[in-house]
């Protein structure tokens, strides 16, 4: 059975500091997909990155990024120099590729960290 | 703009009673989901259907009922078997292709039990 854990249930800096969310994922197979998404107060939830198992390289996208490290079955993310518009709850997900192709059947959410950034 | 579109936004039953969520999206993707979210807890699968006129239970899916019967629509009927249906709930979509797809999420509908 797959899981994803997120140890740090809120989270609460100042403006400007760095701050490094936690994802520890399980899973026994092979080929797997790895999610982050952000919940704002408004409640709809939106789509940050997707990271295959045959990519351990690093990304950055602006303030944000992503590492990745099968090794500690790990996907953390780092917001630099976080704004307050950053507060939200921040989901890791994970997806096993289906047998199947498909790969349409749903994925495995950890239970959210909910970052607050005070200004 | 494509999107999905979740009603109502905020829903209150009485005990005993049935009640619809409805869920509509207009990306022409093929596979469409229902997530429960509680406080503190994530969000949990509830149904999940790759193609009109069939669907999967999830991990919660006892209490609940869903049908699929045109590509757009995916509606979730809570029921009164459904224990504690007090939650947010989140409609998703997704194309299907091989490896796992991007989830496009609705606003959510909040239903209270009084």
């Known amino acids: 059975a797959q899981k994803v854990t997120q140890a740090q249930t809120e989270i609460s800096v100042v403006e400007k500091e760095d701050v490094t969310l936690d994802c520890v994922y399980e899973?026994?197979?092979?080929?797997?997909?790895l999610f982050w998404y952000k919940q704002p107060p408004s409640g709809e939830l939106v789509f940050l990155i997707r990271?295959?198992?045959?990519?351990?390289q690093n990304e950055i996208s602006g303030r944000y990024s992503w590492n990745f490290q099968k090794s500690t079955s790990s996907f953390n993310f780092t917001i630099t120099a976080s704004q307050v518009v950053d507060s939200a709850v921040y989901f890791c997900?994970?997806?096993?590729?289906?047998?199947?192709?498909?790969?349409?059947?749903?994925?495995?959410f950890g239970k959210g960290t909910h970052l607050i950034i005070q200004p | 703009d494509g999107g999905i579109t979740q009603s109502p936004k905020y829903l209150f039953r009485k005990e005993g009673q049935n009640v619809t969520l409805s869920c509509e999206q207009n990306?022409?993707?093929?596979?469409m989901y229902w997530y429960r979210q509680d406080p503190g807890q994530g969000l949990r699968l509830i149904y999940y259907?790759?193609?009109?006129?069939?669907?999967q239970k999830g991990d919660i899916a006892e209490g609940y009922s869903v049908s699929r019967e045109k590509k757009e629509s995916f509606p979730l009927t809570v029921t009164s078997a459904q224990k504690n249906p007090t939650a947010f709930y989140l409609c998703?979509?997704?194309?299907?292709?091989?490896?796992?797809?991007?989830?496009?999420f609705g606003a959510g509908s909040r239903l209270t039990v009084l």
């Open positions: 998703a979509s997704s194309g299907i292709r091989s490896g796992a797809n991007v989830l496009t």
């Open positions: 990271r295959n198992s045959f990519d351990e």
């Open positions: 990306l022409n993707h093929d596979a």
């Open positions: 259907s790759q193609i009109v006129n069939d669907f």
């Open positions: 997900a994970l997806s096993e590729a289906s047998y199947s192709g498909g790969g349409a059947d749903g994925l495995t």
């Open positions: 899973t026994r197979d092979t080929t797997y997909y």
